[in-house]
């Protein structure tokens, strides 16, 4: 099966400076890629995805990239702010089968 | 759109009994629900995966006996977590996809057992 690691585990930034989460994944089937921010006790938000056949998405303070030779993506947080506190999950999935593989999440702190 | 509506979102039980949690899709239809559970400062781990009219796929590790689900139709699923323990308490959240709009989760359920 799909085997998605996440680095790094906490992140701590002061506001206004950048963030960048890393994952990695193994099953090459693995063709969309969304990232989730989970406040404490909450569901988990979507912010961002991407599908294998893009490179690199934007939207606004967040960016994501893809790396399908590599078998990596990143999470991109611009002039980060306080709110953007949370854990964030990678996570891999095989659009047909449905199937989510999680990161094992990044605590990140933004200090004001 | 596309909600998936969780309930109960807290519940605190005694050892032994049994809690069902709910995750009805609210204004599309969900033919497959899929079942995560989290502990603490930890992801969120696939236990299984529900399709309307059939039998639920269950992830290694995973007691179906324990862990009863039922897809009675389009719109609701149900999570029974039978005869509890104490190291059944977590955060239990399904998610159902929607196609091309990609997956909406539920809000999720503290279960606590004491």
């Known amino acids: 099966g799909e085997n998605v690691e996440q680095h790094p585990s906490t992140l701590s930034v002061q506001e206004g400076d950048s963030a960048v989460i890393k994952c990695t994944y193994s099953d090459s089937a693995s063709n969309y890629f969304p990232w989730y921010k989970q406040e404490l006790g909450k569901r988990p938000q979507l912010i961002i995805d991407?599908?294998?056949?893009?490179g690199e998405k934007k939207d606004q303070r967040i960016a994501v990239t893809l790396n399908k030779t590599a078998k990596h993506f990143s999470l991109h947080i611009t002039e980060t702010q306080p709110e953007d506190s949370a854990v964030y999950f990678c996570?891999?999935?095989?659009?047909?089968?449905?199937?989510?593989?999680f990161g094992s999440g990044t605590k990140l702190n933004v200090k004001p | 759109g596309a909600v998936v509506s969780q309930h109960p979102s807290r519940v605190i039980c005694k050892s032994g009994t049994s809690v069902k949690i709910e995750c009805r899709s609210l204004?599309?239809?969900?033919?497959?629900m899929f079942w995560y559970r989290q502990f603490p400062k930890q992801s969120l781990m696939l236990m299984a995966t529900?399709?309307?009219?059939?039998?639920?796929?269950?992830e290694q590790g995973v007691e179906k006996d324990k862990f009863l689900i039922n897809h009675a139709s389009l719109t609701l699923s149900t999570l029974t977590v039978t005869s509890a323990h104490p190291e059944d308490s977590s955060f239990y959240i399904c998610s159902a996809p929607r196609g091309n709009y990609g997956y909406t989760f539920g809000s999720g359920t503290r279960l606590t057992v004491v």
């Open positions: 529900s399709n309307e009219g059939s039998k639920a796929t269950y």
């Open positions: 996570a891999a999935v095989e659009y047909n089968f449905n199937k989510f593989y």
């Open positions: 991407i599908r294998s056949n893009v």
């Open positions: 204004d599309f239809q969900a033919t497959t």
